[in-house]
C-alpha cells in the first residue's frame, strides 16, 4: 500500500455469514435444552444441511458454539435489565428484576446450564452483568424510603429469584399454580415487616399434588 493511502476499512460479516451463524446458535440452543450438551458439531450441521467447515469457521470448538450461546443469552439479559431505567429506583425495580429472571428462564431454559458450562470452561471471560449495580442500588434506595425491609441484601434479590426460576421444572399444571403463589410470597419477603400483605394468587397445591411431584422427581433421578 502506498505511503499516505487509507487504511482499508474493516470488514462487515456478510449478511449470509450472519444469518448462518444465528441458525447454528438457534438450532444449538434448541437441541442441547432438548438433549443434552453432548451432541455433536457435526450432528448440528447434518440437522442444518450446511458443511461442518460452515460450522467451524464460526465456532472451532464444542466449547465456543456454547459460549456463543452464552454471549448471546448475555445480550438478552442486557435488553431484560434495560426495563430497570424507566422504573422508579426501589422495589418496582426489584420486582422487575425478578420477574425478567423468571422470564428469561421461560424463553431460555438451557441459560443457567449454559452459564455454569462457560465458568467451568472459561472462567476468565465470565463477567458480572452490566446490571449489577443497578440491582444493589434499587434495594439500597428501597430501603431508604422504607418499600424493602432494611435487612434485605441485594443477593437475596438474586437467590429469591434462582428459587422461583427452578420452580419451572415443575410439570404443569402444578407449575401454573406454584410460580404465581411463590412469586407472592417471595416479594411479600422483603417488603417492611408489619406492611398489609396483598392475598396469595390461585390455590394452593394439595398435599397430594406435592407428593405427586415429589415421587416424580425421585424417580427421574433414580432413571438417570
Not at 467451524?56 to 470448538?61: D, E, G, L, S, V
Not at 424463553?107 to 465470565?126: E, N, Q
Not at 410460580?179 to 411479600?188: G, I, K, Q, T
Amino acid at each position: 500500500m502506498p505511503s499516505g493511502a487509507p487504511a482499508s476499512p474493516t470488514r462487515k460479516p456478510r449478511k449470509d455469514a450472519v444469518a448462518n451463524r444465528e441458525r447454528i446458535l438457534d438450532h444449538a440452543e434448541q437441541v442441547f435444552t432438548a438433549e443434552g450438551f453432548e451432541v455433536s458439531l457435526h450432528r448440528l450441521a447434518d440437522d442444518l444441511g450446511i458443511g461442518i467447515g460452515t460450522v467451524y469457521r464460526h465456532f472451532p470448538t464444542h466449547d465456543e458454539l456454547v459460549y456463543g450461546i452464552y454471549r448471546r443469552i448475555s445480550s438478552r439479559i442486557d435488553d431484560a435489565g434495560a426495563v430497570f431505567v424507566s422504573l422508579d429506583a426501589g422495589a418496582d425495580q426489584v420486582e422487575a428484576l425478578i420477574d425478567a429472571i423468571v422470564g428469561l428462564s421461560v424463553r431460555i431454559p438451557i441459560a443457567r446450564a449454559v452459564a455454569a458450562r462457560v465458568a467451568r470452561r472459561f472462567p476468565d471471560r465470565v463477567a458480572p452483568s452490566r446490571w449489577s449495580a443497578i440491582v444493589v442500588e434499587a434495594v439500597e434506595q428501597g430501603k431508604a424510603a422504607g418499600s424493602i425491609r432494611p435487612d434485605v441484601q441485594a443477593t437475596d434479590i438474586a437467590a429469591l429469584a434462582g428459587m422461583l426460576a427452578d420452580l419451572l421444572e415443575m410439570p404443569e399444571p402444578q407449575r401454573s399454580i406454584m410460580v404465581p403463589r411463590m412469586r407472592a410470597l417471595a416479594l411479600d419477603a422483603i417488603r417492611p415487616i408489619g406492611e398489609e400483605r396483598p392475598p396469595l394468587p390461585s390455590t394452593p397445591l394439595s398435599l397430594q399434588d406435592l407428593t405427586d411431584i415429589a415421587h416424580r422427581q425421585r424417580t427421574g433421578a433414580a432413571d438417570e
